[in-house]
């Protein structure tokens, strides 16, 4: 039960989609960049394409791609026309410019303690943060998790989105599928949280691992 099965090469280096030392773009470019993103949001909560909405509104989808990509500056006839292809007014495509960027600070043991779905003795979740309505179209929710107490039946959960675990303390044979991985401290995991997963066997108590789950916005 090694932590990596004999004969698999080391993946390759992936390429970051973003720079994570990015700047955005000036302020002017911003404005376009909300009032797209506003637009995909409608557009995708109605479950209609691009091509629908070039129907809808007699505007090319080149145009409309533009427009949600915050590559040109609609205009108020454009904006019009979008609003009522989409059912709303004019003013939600601004609601996401210069609005506040939240954040959320956890002093060290002052984690909502919560119980999840599936939740035995002795294991206990911490949720270190939480943001709502962000405008990533993302939601993240990070956990500490400890177990201090093993358990003739361990969780196993599934649910949509990706999840990263990173070992901390202890040690834990992990499961995720068919496979199953040795976690030290150091180790890391990182998976499509779809298929079962959970804490098979727990080798060395106290453990404790933070997970961090993203899933698309409801």
Request: proline content about 6%; overall charge negative.
């Given at each position: 039960?090694?932590?990596?099965?004999p004969g698999t090469k080391s993946p390759r280096?992936?390429?970051?989609?973003?720079?994570?030392?990015?700047?955005?773009?000036?302020?002017?470019?911003?404005?376009?960049?909300?009032?797209?993103?506003?637009?995909?949001?409608?557009?995708?909560k109605l479950g209609i394409t691009v091509a629908?909405?070039?129907?809808?509104?007699?505007?090319?989808?080149?145009?409309?791609?533009?427009?949600?990509?915050?590559?040109?500056?609609?205009?108020?006839?454009?904006?019009?026309?979008?609003?009522?292809?989409?059912?709303?007014?004019?003013?939600?495509?601004?609601?996401?410019?210069?609005?506040?960027?939240?954040?959320?600070?956890?002093?060290?043991?002052?984690?909502?303690?919560?119980?999840?779905?599936?939740?035995?003795?002795?294991?206990?979740?911490?949720?270190?943060?939480?943001?709502?309505?962000?405008?990533?179209?993302?939601?993240?929710?990070?956990?500490?998790?400890?177990?201090?107490?093993?358990?003739?039946?361990?969780?196993?959960?599934?649910?949509?989105?990706?999840?990263?675990?990173?070992?901390?303390?202890?040690?834990?044979?992990?499961?995720?599928?068919?496979?199953?991985?040795?976690?030290?401290?150091?180790?890391?995991?990182?998976?499509?949280?779809?298929?079962?997963?959970?804490?098979?066997?727990?080798?060395?108590?106290?453990?404790?691992?933070?997970?961090?789950?993203?899933?698309?916005?409801?």
């Open positions: 039960m090694a932590k990596k099965e280096k992936p390429l970051l989609a973003q720079d994570p030392h990015a700047v955005r773009e000036p302020r002017a470019n911003n404005l376009e960049m909300a009032i797209g993103h506003e637009v995909r949001t409608y557009r995708k629908d909405m070039a129907v809808a509104t007699g505007m090319s989808v080149g145009m409309l791609s533009k427009i949600e990509n915050g590559n040109i500056s609609p205009s108020l006839t454009t904006l019009q026309a979008l609003s009522k292809a989409l059912g709303v007014p004019i003013t939600a495509f601004f609601r996401g410019f210069e609005e506040p960027r939240s954040a959320s600070f956890v002093k060290a043991g002052e984690g909502v303690n919560l119980e999840r779905r599936g939740t035995r003795a002795g294991h206990h979740y911490s949720l270190l943060g939480h943001i709502e309505n962000n405008s990533s179209g993302v939601t993240v929710e990070p956990y500490l998790i400890t177990l201090n107490a093993e358990s003739d039946v361990f969780p196993t959960f599934q649910h949509t989105g990706m999840e990263f675990l990173y070992m901390l303390e202890g040690e834990v044979i992990y499961r995720h599928g068919d496979s199953l991985y040795r976690m030290e401290p150091g180790d890391s995991l990182f998976f499509d949280a779809d298929a079962p997963h959970g804490p098979e066997e727990l080798v060395k108590l106290p453990a404790r691992y933070l997970s961090i789950i993203a899933y698309p916005h409801q």
